[in-house]
Structure formats: structure tokens, C-alpha cells
């Protein structure tokens, strides 16, 4: 999601804050659907994440502005967008059925990476020789994540790798969106949308959940939606450029989760993949500034 700092810019303590937060609702979604995929259809949890989030948006921003937030200038990028979302949760979902929580969030923490690449040919954006080589050891560390003879050198790494894929486009079009439409608009859009989509297959796959897992999903609706809230309000407080690299948070937490919800300890080649992974966004990141 993207937005444009307002004037409350002078408060970045409150921004970083509120990112952090979001890291860790991230996280807990994340955690939530790797829990729940052991129960249950995948189709039936990304519903549920979806048909939540949607009405928690309806009940909050409906009221206030009526079926206006629904306005777009760009509908056909709006679906596009949307699809391009909806395949970020089948994919990721699917991949953390098999691999741990901490080692697939890392993978799809290529997406800023790939944004550079594909903003060459999508946006018509220069990139630089420095921004080029943090994408090839981006790269790097996602071989040295899942190397030959690892215990997740399967082909089930390429769901978050086609999961990350999914999500720079999904970047690339929010930023295009972003010019024309509101991200409140943008975000409705797509819960709506995705809503609808996975409505018309979950009569396929609907199992009835049990009152504990019920209250999960509940909960995985409300993690995504507080999640992207959050996000945007940590914008109104500090410049993006400051609170990117605390994005990198969601990986910590979700390394913990898998920590105390599966019992996943990473291996040590499986951290310094990761750290490979953050540090080569990060440097991106600043050599953008720098351009």
C-alpha cells in the first residue's frame, strides 16, 4: 500500500510504532493461515480473510462515506490489482503448508527487489548499477535459504517465490493507483472484489469450522485489516523512506511465532539467507534515496 505523508510528518516515533504494529499483525495473519491450512481448505481461509476484512471495511468507512469509497477513475487496474492480491494469499498460503513461517515471509520479502527490476520495463524507471546488484543478492539469498541437499530444497519454494512475483505487481499497480485513487478506495476495492471471487468457489470447499477455529478466522480478518489501517496511518506520521526498513520487523516476528506456535528453530544457513534478503532490500532502499 502506498500514501502520501501528510503534514503530521513530525511525529516519527508515533510512525515507527504504528509500523511496527502492523509487522507484527502481518506476522500474526501470516502465523494464523499456516495454523489453520492444517484444518482446512485453503480456498475456505483466504474466503474467510477476505469476507472479514471486507465487512470490518463496510462497518468502518461505509457510514462515513457511503458506496463513494467505491469510486474508481481506473476500474480495470483495480481488478487487476485486486487478482493480483488474491494470488499473494492462495500462493503464500499454500506455501506455508510446507515450509516454515519464518524462511517463506523472508522469500516473499523479494517483492520490494522485484519491484525495481520489473519498474524498468512497467514504469519506464532508471535503475542504477547499485540497485541492479541488491537485486542479484536478494537473489543469493534465497538459494542460500533453500541450497541443494537443504531440508526446503523442494519445488514448494516456488509458491512464496510466485507469491513474491504476485506481489510486485500488485506494488507496482497500487503505486500507479495511488495517483488517482485513494487508498482507502483502493484497499475496499480489493477486499470487495476478492471477496466475491472466492465466494463463488467456497461452496466447493466449505467445511463447517469448529467455534475456536471460527474465532481464528474472525481473527485473521482482523489482523489483515488492522494490518493495512495501521500501514496507512504510520505514513500520516513519518516519510516512507523511514519506515521501510522496519518492515523488515515482520520477519523477526514472524520467526518467533513459528518459534512458539510450531516449534521451528531456523537453521543457520536459513538465517543467513535472510539476513542476505533484508539487507540487500535495505540497500536498495538507500541507493534509491541516493539516486
Given at each position: 500500500?502506498?500514501?502520501?505523508?501528510?503534514?503530521?510528518?513530525?511525529?516519527?516515533?508515533?510512525?515507527?510504532?504504528?509500523?511496527?504494529?502492523?509487522?507484527?499483525?502481518?506476522?500474526?495473519?501470516?502465523?494464523?493461515?499456516?495454523?489453520?491450512?492444517?484444518?482446512?481448505?485453503?480456498?475456505?481461509?483466504?474466503?474467510?480473510?477476505?469476507?472479514?476484512?471486507?465487512?470490518?471495511?463496510?462497518?468502518?468507512?461505509?457510514?462515513?462515506?457511503?458506496?463513494?469509497?467505491?469510486?474508481?477513475?481506473?476500474?480495470?487496474?483495480?481488478?487487476?490489482?485486486?487478482?493480483?492480491?488474491?494470488?499473494?494469499?492462495?500462493?503464500?498460503?499454500?506455501?506455508?503448508?510446507?515450509?516454515?513461517?519464518?524462511?517463506?515471509?523472508?522469500?516473499?520479502?523479494?517483492?520490494?527487489?522485484?519491484?525495481?527490476?520489473?519498474?524498468?520495463?512497467?514504469?519506464?524507471?532508471?535503475?542504477?548499477?547499485?540497485?541492479?546488484?541488491?537485486?542479484?543478492?536478494?537473489?543469493?539469498?534465497?538459494?542460500?535459504?533453500?541450497?541443494?541437499?537443504?531440508?526446503?530444497?523442494?519445488?514448494?519454494?516456488?509458491?512464496?517465490?510466485?507469491?513474491?512475483?504476485?506481489?510486485?505487481?500488485?506494488?507496482?499497480?497500487?503505486?500507479?493507483?495511488?495517483?488517482?485513487?485513494?487508498?482507502?478506495?483502493?484497499?475496499?476495492?480489493?477486499?470487495?472484489?476478492?471477496?466475491?471471487?472466492?465466494?463463488?468457489?467456497?461452496?466447493?470447499?466449505?467445511?463447517?469450522?469448529?467455534?475456536?477455529?471460527?474465532?481464528?478466522?474472525?481473527?485473521?480478518?482482523?489482523?489483515?485489516?488492522?494490518?493495512?489501517?495501521?500501514?496507512?496511518?504510520?505514513?500520516?506520521?513519518?516519510?516512507?523512506?523511514?519506515?521501510?526498513?522496519?518492515?523488515?520487523?515482520?520477519?523477526?516476528?514472524?520467526?518467533?511465532?513459528?518459534?512458539?506456535?510450531?516449534?521451528?528453530?531456523?537453521?543457520?544457513?536459513?538465517l543467513a539467507g535472510i539476513a542476505i534478503i533484508c539487507l540487500s532490500g535495505l540497500a536498495a532502499l538507500w541507493t534509491q534515496r541516493q539516486v
Open positions: 500500500m502506498s500514501s502520501t505523508p501528510l503534514s503530521g510528518t513530525s511525529r516519527p516515533l508515533r510512525g515507527i510504532a504504528l509500523m511496527v504494529l502492523a509487522t507484527f499483525l502481518f506476522a500474526s495473519h501470516d502465523a494464523l493461515s499456516k495454523y489453520l491450512s492444517g484444518f482446512y481448505p485453503i480456498i475456505l481461509i483466504v474466503w474467510a480473510r477476505y469476507a472479514v476484512h471486507t465487512l470490518l471495511m463496510a462497518v468502518v468507512f461505509l457510514p462515513r462515506s457511503g458506496l463513494s469509497v467505491l469510486r474508481t477513475r481506473r476500474p480495470g487496474l483495480q481488478f487487476l490489482r485486486a487478482l493480483c492480491l488474491l494470488l499473494v494469499s492462495l500462493l503464500f498460503t499454500a506455501g506455508l503448508m510446507f515450509l516454515p513461517l519464518a524462511e517463506a515471509t523472508a522469500v516473499i520479502f523479494l517483492a520490494p527487489l522485484l519491484v525495481t527490476a520489473l519498474s524498468v520495463p512497467l514504469l519506464g524507471e532508471r535503475v542504477s548499477l547499485g540497485q541492479w546488484i541488491a537485486v542479484i543478492v536478494g537473489f543469493t539469498g534465497v538459494l542460500v535459504i533453500v541450497h541443494p541437499g537443504g531440508e526446503l530444497f523442494t519445488p514448494a519454494v516456488l509458491l512464496p517465490l510466485s507469491a513474491a512475483l504476485s506481489f510486485s505487481l500488485y506494488q507496482i499497480l497500487t503505486r500507479r493507483l495511488s495517483e488517482v485513487d485513494s487508498a482507502t478506495t483502493s484497499n475496499f476495492f480489493a477486499g470487495l472484489v476478492n471477496t466475491l471471487m472466492m465466494s463463488l468457489l467456497v461452496p466447493f470447499f466449505w467445511q463447517i469450522p469448529s467455534f475456536g477455529h471460527a474465532l481464528l478466522m474472525l481473527a485473521l480478518g482482523g489482523c489483515g485489516m488492522g494490518a493495512h489501517l495501521l500501514l496507512t496511518h504510520s505514513f500520516r506520521y513519518a516519510a516512507p523512506a523511514m519506515l521501510a526498513p522496519f518492515g523488515y520487523g515482520q520477519i523477526i516476528f514472524a520467526g518467533l511465532l513459528g518459534l512458539l506456535m510450531f516449534g521451528h528453530v531456523p537453521e543457520l544457513s536459513a
